[in-house]
């Protein structure tokens, strides 16, 4: 009787390659939509695009959550998310963003209320999940469809069409999200290959002090450079401002992305999707932008002539 042998299991150093390559690829073909996206610079398209990825985030959300047993009424949330992107952007392309807010505030009232009569309707008795229920519902739609919203003000901050010479929200968009995503590289190259302090290992066992320092380092320099190149269509940033702006807002993509491996843990699951290879799910890839896009369109709306 011949003896079974096992197939030798691959080496951390083959997985972090391979993890690596997938990583890569991913991160090349996401480049290119949101490339094309931004060059083509038509506004009903880059207001789809938006909302078709942040509409992914919300259902991976719930999902995570369901699948954490965790109680929340996803049928109803995405169905408010839908409704939300659907009426609120052709108000904000319309009467910019500015005058959105009204919207926002009456949309999220009418959506508590919403959940809650939901609530209602169930035959069960009331029980502590109900509770659970309403919260987790309405935390969804702010995380991930209010937050992703501030995008699409940044878009609007700037005159559709440009005025001759003016800014484009188009560079203030592309400016966050390489901003933003040099942060989460420079962080996973950094702490690939130097990290060895670990952050907060209850929540994030993978971070590390080092990749935090990668982090920070590769913001500043890729919001250092944009600016430098397009002086004009970045008004209202100067180089010093790019400084401070590179660490505030590596500082809120580094917050956001533990924010998101919190709500993993909670749900007792690695990632929020399989949709990315080597990333993960798109609320994986949107975690850090969520909370920097806020932050940048509050510096834009003080700041923009």
Not at 33 to 48: M, S
Not at 55 to 65: D, P
Not at 165 to 174: A, L, T
Request: net charge positive; glycine share 10%; proline share 6%.
């Amino acid at each position: 009787m011949s003896d079974l042998v096992s197939a030798p299991a691959p080496s951390p150093s083959t997985d972090k390659r391979e993890t690596f390559r997938k990583r890569s690829v991913s991160t090349i073909c996401l480049w290119t939509a949101v490339i094309v996206t931004l060059a083509i610079g038509w506004a009903p398209g880059v207001l789809l695009f938006l909302a078709l990825i942040s509409l992914a985030g919300l259902y991976e959300f719930y999902r995570m959550l369901e699948c954490g047993g965790l109680a929340c009424d996803r049928k109803a949330g995405m169905t408010l998310g839908v409704i939300f992107f659907a009426a609120g952007m052709p108000l904000l392309a319309k009467f910019g963003p500015v005058y959105s807010y009204e919207f926002e505030l009456g949309f999220l009232s009418c959506a508590l209320l919403a959940i809650g009569i939901r609530q209602l309707a169930v035959a069960e008795a009331p029980h502590p999940g109900s509770v659970a229920s309403i919260a987790h519902t309405f935390l969804g739609l702010l995380y991930v469809a209010w937050l992703m919203n501030f995008l699409a003000k940044i878009f609007y901050l700037a005159p559709q069409p440009p005025v001759a010479g003016g800014p484009s929200g188009v560079f203030y968009v592309f400016y966050l999200l390489v901003v933003t995503k040099f942060s989460d590289m420079g962080a996973y190259l950094l702490g690939s290959a130097i990290g060895k302090h670990k952050m907060i290992p209850r929540i994030s066992p993978g971070k590390t002090w080092e990749g935090f320092a990668g982090a920070l380092l590769a913001s500043v320099i890729a919001s250092v450079v944009l600016v430098a190149c397009w002086p004009a269509a970045l008004k209202p940033i100067t180089l010093l401002h790019s400084i401070g702006l590179g660490l505030v807002l590596s500082l809120a993509a580094v917050l956001g992305d533990l924010m998101e491996s919190l709500i993993k843990r909670g749900a007792c699951i690695k990632d929020s999707g399989a949709l990315l290879p080597g990333i993960g799910g798109v609320l994986d890839l949107l975690d850090s932008v969520l909370f920097t896009a806020p932050l940048f369109y509050i510096y834009l709306r003080f700041t923009i002539a």
